[in-house]
Structure formats: C-alpha cells, structure tokens
C-alpha cells in the first residue's frame, strides 16, 4: 500500500502513523477521534486496576464510549497498555509479542 508522505514530517514519525490495514488518513482519524471521544478523565478510572485486557472488555469500553473497536483499540495501544497482533490476539505489549520476556 502506498502511504502519502507529509511534508516537514519525519519519516520515523510517519511510520508510526502507518498500519497494513487501514489507510494513512483512516489511522490519523482514528487516533483523533480516540483522543476526542475517549478522554483520559473519563477512560483511565475505567482501566486503573485491569492487568490483562481481553476483547469483551474491549467490546464494552466501545459500547460505554460509542466508538468504534478500532478506536479503543488505538487509545490502549497509543498509551502503552496492549498490543493487538495481525491475527487478533492481545498483548501486553508489542514488545511482549515479539518474544521479549516479562520481568514479574
């Protein structure tokens, strides 16, 4: 998939914009609304004390928020809490699905 390429911004900061299945500009979208319509005052009570997320728990968040799975998904991702891999499975983090260890 050819990505458009931004002017001014650099190219490792528009790699993290990037994803195989989405567009360029429906990623960008995506992380405003998730920014916009899942604020961090209203979602970070909500997750304080989960330590594993699963997909129900997703599916509710985006119920509570009337938001899209992508978007919640996005928000997670973006604040560090989960990493979904291309066959749909959750992880703590991208780190962890790429075989780094978890220190307990």
Do not use: C
Not at 15 to 21: A, G, I, P, T
């Amino acid at each position: 998939v050819n990505q458009p390429s931004i002017p001014g911004m650099d190219e490792q900061l528009q790699y993290l914009f990037r994803s195989e299945n989405q567009s360029w500009d429906e990623r960008n979208a995506h992380l405003f609304m998730s920014h916009l319509l899942v604020p961090e005052v209203l979602l970070n009570p909500l997750i304080r004390d989960v330590r594993d997320f699963d997909w129900s728990f997703l599916y509710r968040l985006r119920d509570m928020f009337q938001v899209t799975i992508s978007v919640i998904r996005i928000r997670l991702e973006r604040k560090g809490l989960l990493y979904v891999d291309p066959d749909g499975k959750i992880h703590r983090s991208r780190a962890e699905y790429e075989g780094q260890a978890r220190m307990v």
